[in-house]
Each structure stands twice: as C-alpha cells, then as structure tokens.
C-alpha cells in the first residue's frame, strides 16, 4: 500500500503566560504551584519523513535518522546501560559526526506503562519544546566537565540527542520542526526548577511557518539524531523543536510506546565537514 506523504494531526504548544514559563522538577514550596505552562493545541500537517529519509541532515534540518543496530538489549537496566549502552552511543555519534569526541551525559527511558509504577521512568513528552537553550548548553559543559569547559568552550560544540527505540513504534511518535522553520520569536526560555539547580529549555509557541516531520513505524535499528543546540551561527540549523504526538493512524490496540534518548556533548578540534 502506497505511504501518504502527510499526516494531520495536533501538537501541543506553550500557550502565552504572564511571566517566565517555569515547572518544577522537585516538589514545589508550599503553595507555589508546580508549573504555570499551559499547552496550546494546533491541528498541523506533518510530513512522511519515509519519503525521503536520507535527506535530512543536522545541520540542513536539525536532525537526521541514522542506521545504527545495536546488539545491547537491557534497557531497564540503568548500571547496564551506563556501562554499555552510554559509551556504544558516543562512538556512534564520534563516527557519524566526524567528532574529535563525545560526552554521554543523562539519559531517559520513556514508557507510559510502566512509568505510572516506576518514577525512574517518565511518559513521551507531548509538548514541543527543545531540550536546552543558548545560555544553558554552554552551562552544561561547565557542568559536566568543569576542569575543561572553558577550554572546549572556545570551538565549535553541539549538544545532540540520539533518541532510539526500543520496540517498533506504533503509537506517540516524535514530530520534528526543521530548525531553519523555526522563528528566535516562537522560542520561549522556560525554567526546570531541580532540587539542586535550575535547567532552562526552550517552550516553543505555534507558527504556521514550522515545517513538521515524522518518520512512522521507527524501528530499533534505526537511531534519529535531534540536534538541541549548535554553538556555530554561521547559517546551519542550531537545534530542532520535537514533541511526541497521538497518530491518527496507531493501531487501537497499539502497545505503549519504548525509547530511550541519550543526551550527548559533541565537540570539534576544528571545523567539521557541513551536512554531518
């Protein structure tokens, strides 16, 4: 059966709020209440990315779906997958990106069903947002290699995510903005209030203007490359929105869906070929 090129269907936005859009990670102080962000839907057309998979680039698009199998198979396994799956995703992106090195740094596993019996777990974030922001992304270098940083901080650096899953994905997929779509206007810093420190993202309002992809039926196989932040300016994307989304066409009886996205710290010695 022929593929449809596109898909309609709603992703949720930040919806304009008096002040700076903040949630708590932790439990709030008492009687402060735990987020003031509101989604805002918008019925969007989302391209079949199947159609031309192999186009897509991180720094034409902001991300890129690669063929990257991997024998590790213990993801509910957290020391298994520091000690084994963290270090297999950094040479992964070492090759692909022509890095002189990469720094696994967090990483989340995502599965509604057993999220509600497991808080290690967390549920597809079906709110388009962007994992870090200009001031952030460098802050997480200080914050992950502080003897280094300011040293790293002085050439090109990005921060990807390598999003896998772990089934093939038949429901809450992740749409996916061309980040040169994407308006500085439609991106809103938002605090992630910790225990310890406050993380800011980007929340992101609609425009018509976004450009928006998926890639149905993802497979195990097959990791997609989401770029959160690229310290170049010289014209190239420097990160993409993305958000999971209900499919108008999942099956009903869809099982949850499995991932784990890896958060990375990709670093040049110098100028790295354009269109990694």
């Not at 779509?181 to 929340?203: H, K, M, N, P």
């Amino acid at each position: 059966m022929p593929q449809s090129s596109h898909i309609e269907a709603t992703l949720n936005f930040l919806r304009p709020v008096a002040g700076r859009p903040a949630r708590y990670v932790t439990d709030p102080p008492p009687g402060v209440p735990r987020t003031n962000i509101e989604s805002e839907p918008h019925r969007v057309t989302i391209e079949n990315g199947r159609l031309r998979e192999h186009s897509f680039t991180l720094d034409a698009h902001g991300f890129a779906l690669l063929r990257a199998p991997t024998r590790f198979a213990d993801f509910y396994d957290e020391d298994a997958i520091r000690d084994r799956y963290l270090p297999e995703v950094e040479a992964v992106l070492k090759q692909a990106l022509v890095a002189s090195r990469v720094v696994a740094f967090d990483h989340n596993v995502r599965n509604a069903r057993r999220a509600a019996i497991n808080a290690a777990l967390r549920e597809p974030a079906k709110r388009v947002h962007n994992d870090y922001t200009y001031r952030s992304a460098p802050q997480r270098v200080r914050d992950v290699l502080p003897e280094e940083a300011e040293r790293l901080l002085t050439r090109r650096f990005a921060i990807v995510n390598l999003w896998r899953p772990i089934a093939p994905v038949l429901e809450s997929p992740l749409a996916l903005a061309e980040g040169l779509s994407i308006a500085e206007r439609d991106l809103v810093a938002s605090d992630l209030i910790y225990a310890d420190r406050i993380g800011e993202t980007f929340s992101v309002t609609w425009n018509p203007a976004h450009r928006w992809v998926y890639f149905p039926h993802q497979q195990p196989e097959e990791a997609l490359l989401i770029k959160c932040y690229d310290s170049a300016i010289d014209g190239r994307a420097r990160l993409s929105a993305h958000g999971a989304f209900d499919d108008p066409t999942s099956p009903p009886d869809a099982p949850p869906r499995e991932s784990i996205e890896v958060r990375t710290l990709v670093f040049w010695d110098a100028e790295h070929p354009a269109d990694a």
